[in-house]
Every structure is written in structure tokens, then in C-alpha cells.
Nanobody, 120 residues
């Protein structure tokens, strides 16, 4: 099986920074894409940033403030969040599009989520 373990969430004041990490482990042949999503209370889960074979995508609301990076050797993706705003408060989820080692089948895997709270 494949697991994603997230870390780095917490409480920060507006204007501050946080760095999220997400490490994938298990029976992995390759990972096509890794990204971050978030879900605020009462809202739908939305894409924050993703790195795919085709490039990097950001939500308009985080462009210029958040930076996604990936260490392929470690199967890890990071999200550097700067100039945080109260509206960035949400549970942040990591997602990986994995090709399994045993079967070469595709599997979308989600992390357990990490809470980011930005106080005004």
C-alpha cells in the first residue's frame, strides 16, 4: 500500500509563513503528480498547487505567495506559504497520483490533512 504523511501545519499570525511537507511511502513504482488541496469550513476542497509532468499550477488566490516544490528522490512535496492571510485557514491535504510497483496500476492517494490556522 501507499501512504502520504503530512507535517508542518499550525497556528500563525497574518503575514507569517509556514512550510508543509508530504512524504509518500510504500509500494511505489513512480509518482506522476503531487499537489496540495485545502478545505475550509463549509467550503468545497480546492486545488492550491500541483506539480505534474506538464508543469506547475497554482490557484489564483495563492499565486505569488505560495511555492510548491518536489524532491523526486524522496517522493516528497513541499508547500512554502508566505504572506499568509486569515482566508488561507483550512485543512490542507496532500495528493499523489501513484503508479503502483506490483501492478503498475494508477492510484490516487490522499494524506490525512494538516490544519493551518491564520489569525488576524
Amino acid at each position: 500500500q501507499v501512504q502520504l504523511v503530512e507535517s508542518g501545519g499550525g497556528l500563525v499570525q497574518a503575514g507569517g509563513s509556514l512550510r508543509l511537507s508530504c512524504a509518500a511511502s510504500g509500494s511505489i513504482f513512480s509518482i506522476n503528480a503531487m499537489g496540495w488541496y485545502r478545505q475550509a469550513p463549509g467550503k468545497q476542497r480546492e486545488l492550491v498547487a500541483a506539480k505534474t509532468s506538464g508543469g506547475t499550477n497554482y490557484a489564483d488566490s495563492v499565486k505569488g505567495r505560495f511555492t510548491i516544490s518536489r524532491d523526486n528522490a524522496k517522493n516528497t512535496v513541499y508547500l512554502q506559504m508566505d504572506s499568509l492571510k486569515p482566508e488561507d485557514t483550512a485543512v490542507y491535504y496532500c495528493k499523489a497520483d501513484v503508479i503502483l510497483a506490483a501492478t503498475y496500476r494508477y492510484l490516487a492517494v490522499w494524506g490525512q490533512g494538516t490544519l493551518v490556522t491564520v489569525s488576524s
